[in-house]
RNA sequence: GAAUAGGUGGAC
């Protein structure tokens, strides 16, 4: 995609804000962070300039490389130049604030963001959300999540996803179980991604019985157990004490054409 | 007009 940037630049084709943020979304997420340092200073030079888009891609890009130092500097940039934060940066920086386990902090930047008049949307409300549920607080996490419902915002498979994840991993099964259920009855179905929290979440229990039923369950939906579905298992048996059926997991993967990772 | 943000595993 450089390359091809590059020949679109020297053909006399101009890239604009858009373009180049294309680009830098794409360097980060391969984490070249050395090419796009280089890209950055390019851009200066040309004389483009980066709008919010480009900011929220760089800053989330930033923390998703582990170099937070950065991001916080790109944030100050973005002040510093008056622009005003919207939604989605401040989503953005909610959701980083939770996978840092700052939940305090999270809840407090929404609450700076509800001042500042922004309102806030299912990515906002599914990162608290999320960050709750880790922490094992689900009755706040069960209040935010009905405030989002009479704000509008239907619950959708990811909202649902990070209630059970989070049941899973307090080892809640019962609860997981119910809300799975009524996802299910709003008419929204699972993924695989959705398996392998219930899948986990039995297995850190060493109830290997019900996680391998699950992922029977998971099959007959049409659904592809992968590579993290085989890890889990394998992880739940070796747990356990049970080498053999860890390799024979091991060994199912490979046959499916899994390669571990 | 086109670009950005939310949910799973890896034991000891």
Known sequence: ALILFK????????????T??????????????????????????????????????????MCKAQMLD???????????RGLVL???????????????????QACKLFGEMVKEGVTPNMFTYTSLITGLCREGNFLRAWC?????????????RIVYTSLISGFCKHKKMKKAE????????????????????????YCKLFLMDFAISKMDKMIQYGLTPDVVTYTILINGYRKMGDKDKALKMYKLMLKQGISPD
């Open 7 to 18: 020949s679109m630049c020297s053909n006399g084709v101009m890239p604009n804000t858009v």
């Open 20 to 61: 180049c943020t294309i680009i830098i979304d794409g360097l980060l997420k391969v984490g070249s962070i050395t090419e796009f340092l280089k890209f950055l200073t390019e851009m200066d030079e040309i004389g483009i300039v980066p709008n919010l888009y480009t900011f929220n891609t760089i800053i989330n890009g």
């Open 70 to 80: 950065m991001a916080w500097g790109f944030l100050g940039i973005v002040m510093k």
């Open 86 to 104: 919207d939604v989605v940066l401040y989503s953005t920086l909610i959701s980083i604030l939770i996978n840092n386990s700052n939940l305090e």
């Open 144 to 156: 935010l999540l009905e405030e989002m419902v009479e704000k509008g915002f239907a619950p959708d």
């Open 178 to 201: 119910e809300v799975f259920r009524k996802m299910q009855e709003n008419g929204l179905t699972a993924d695989a991604y959705l398996y392998n929290c219930l899948i986990d979440g």
